[in-house]
């Protein structure tokens, strides 16, 4: 198995390929190109790691565990401030149609990293 890179630029996201396992409805396999918003994340994604962030914040000083849920107190707040968080800036997912056209728009060089890959190992 390769080592794992971390991705610190755009440069080394065109590099990446993600396995991705599925399991219903039943078990799959597939590569598929590395998200863009690893590095550039969305709107809405800055919005919900922010709302994630001072929920866990509020348990600074807390030891122990939350007596009403039995978890540590940081994922308790979590748990408490942030279900049924919706950002207001989501995005319009794109069609199946558009999806598909995007994949195989990606296809040729998701093909070279694989093939360079092998030749690597």
Do not use: N
């Not at 991705?20 to 550039?40: D, E, G, M, Q």
């Not at 709302?51 to 408490?80: D, I, M, N, T, Y």
């Amino acid at each position: 198995m390769g080592a794992v890179k971390k991705i610190r630029s755009v440069e080394d996201l065109y590099q990446c390929a993600q396995l991705v396992f599925r399991t219903k409805p039943r078990p799959f396999a597939y590569l598929r190109a590395a998200p863009r918003s690893i590095i550039f994340p969305t709107d809405a994604q800055i919005e919900a790691r922010l709302k994630f962030s001072e929920a866990a914040k509020q348990a600074r000083g807390l030891k122990g565990l939350c007596p009403c849920h039995g978890l540590p107190w940081a994922a308790h707040f979590v748990k408490v401030g942030a279900s049924g968080f919706r950002s207001e800036e989501r995005q319009r997912r794109p069609k199946l149609l558009e999806q598909r056209m995007m994949s195989l728009q990606q296809l040729p060089w998701l093909t070279r990293i694989l093939v360079g890959a092998s030749a690597r190992e």
